[in-house]
């Protein structure tokens, strides 16, 4: 068992803390929601949403390019970890990104916020995820600007992305449908960015509607 450390992120349904144990390792701790566990449960078959996530991001990493797999991250298992009052939470542990001044990375909206700069080989990368995306025609968790993190102006790191399923949504199989769905989604995330900045991120992401 791991003991959490410090808060470093958060999103809709999760918070990212360091390890006590490890200064390279990280806990995704779920958000606890009575109503949303039932739901998930009696809908997708959810008992454990860090088991259900693993399981996910174990199948997207096997239907993806090794070129473009390599870019995700590490995620280690599934363990239980303390937080400062002794409460446990079922986590999944994963690797803790640094950029390659030796601090923990950005993500991509927070480092084109702070004016620093992305190379044409970063973007390239991150069209090519998004055109696998659309090739399996499956859902994946979140692709957008808060959930890719950056090593480098070169390097990306894509986290919190996984397979979902969606048993009562056929449509999302439809590509065209699909494909939208992506783009605005991916598009929306570089809100509150300069003009100029969004126009280079998201004119690539409308190719091939």
Partial sequence: MYTLGEHVGEGGQAEVFTLKESSILCAKVFHEDQKRETYNRILYGISSFPQYE?????????KLPIELA?????????????????????????????????EIAKTLKQHLLDGE?????FVEIVKDV??????????????NAHNILVVDPTTP???????????????????????KRVEKAFNESFDG?????????????????
């Fill in 130 to 143: 998004k055109e696998e995306h659309k090739r399996l025609k499956t859902e994946i968790f979140d692709f």
């Fill in 193 to 209: 960015l300069p003009d100029d900045i969004k126009k280079r991120w998201c004119t690539l992401q409308e190719s091939n509607l």
């Fill in 54 to 62: 693993y399981d996910r991001f174990a199948e997207l990493l096997s």
């Fill in 157 to 179: 790191r894509f986290i919190d992305l996984a397979i979902r399923k969606r048993i009562f949504q056929p449509w999302v199989r439809i590509a065209r449908f699909h494909n």
């Fill in 70 to 102: 390599k870019h995700f991250v590490t995620i280690i298992g599934i363990d239980d970890a303390s937080d400062n009052e002794g409460k446990v939470s079922e986590c999944l542990i994963m690797e803790l990104v640094f950029n390659r001044r030796g």
């Fill in 117 to 121: 700069d992305i190379e044409d080989e």
